[in-house]
Antibody, heavy 124, light 108 residues
Framework: QMQLQESGPGLVKPSETLSLTCTVS??????????WGWIRQPPGKGLEWIGT???????YYNPSLKSRLTISGDTSKNQFSLNLSSVTAADTAVYYC????????????????WGQGTLVTVSS | YVLTQPPSVSVAPGQTARITCEGN??????VHWYQQKPDQAPVLVVY???YRPSGIPERFSGSNSGNTATLTISRVEAGDEADYYC????????????FGGGTKLAVL
């Protein structure tokens, strides 16, 4: 059973960079069957897709975050990471990493296995 | 691409709950549904319009046609009370993964 676990600081100061890592166990991020991505949820609000990375390094980013966002993968550690720069209070949220099943037919994807989530608060 | 869900749906135990997800020609896309209970991560309950992952009760089913996708929960139980989100992949824009705003299912 594949498991995903987020790690990183729970408190980030405004204007600094939010950095999170997702460690995958029970499977490989080098698999062509999946995307690997991040989704966040501000307190009391709905789900917002942040972005995904494919095993070949291709990335897809939410346009509203693209200028501040980097998602990268480390196959040697079986991890992928999120860096979001110049954060504000609006970036306070629970951040989830998730495996996205990728369709062979049209390359579409959907999150089918989620980490437990980690709360990141942006505050001085 | 915008997905619209009703903010809330209420149903008595043992009855059938239907949660809709509206989008322009959504019937041409694959729709996926997630259940999220308080302080827990979302769980996939229906994928590709109508298929259930292993471990999801048969009471959960889905359909998709025209401009509306529907998640149907039969014989609703108190434990089904949760937020439900629909999701599609939009290959025509940079916003690839689109979620609906979520529906709170209340079991009366």
């Amino acid at each position: 059973q594949m498991q995903l676990q987020e790690s990183g600081p729970g408190l980030v100061k405004p204007s600094e960079t939010l950095s999170l890592t997702c460690t995958v166990s029970g499977g490989s991020i080098s698999s062509s069957s999946y995307y690997w991505g991040w989704i966040r949820q501000p307190p009391g609000k709905g789900l917002e897709w942040i972005g995904t990375i494919y095993y070949n390094g291709n990335t897809y980013y939410n346009p509203s975050l693209k200028s501040r966002l980097t998602i990268s993968g480390d196959t040697s550690k079986n991890q992928f990471s999120l860096n979001l720069s110049s954060v504000t209070a609006a970036d306070t949220a629970v951040y989830y990493c998730a495996r996205h099943f990728r369709s062979y037919y049209d390359s579409s994807g959907y999150p089918d296995n989620w980490g437990q989530g980690t709360l990141v608060t942006v505050s001085s | 691409y915008v997905l619209t869900q009703p903010p809330s749906v209420s149903v008595a135990p043992g009855q059938t709950a239907r949660i809709t997800c509206e989008g322009n020609n959504i019937g041409s896309k694959s729709v996926h549904w997630y259940q999220q209970k308080p302080d827990q991560a979302p769980v996939l309950v229906v994928y590709d319009d109508r298929y259930r992952p292993s471990g999801i009760p048969e009471r959960f089913s889905g359909s998709n046609s025209g401009n509306t996708a529907t998640l149907t929960i039969s014989r609703v139980e108190a434990g089904d009370e949760a937020d439900y989100y629909c999701q599609v992949w939009d290959s025509s824009s940079d916003l690839r993964v689109v979620f609906g705003g979520g529906t709170k299912l209340a079991v009366l």
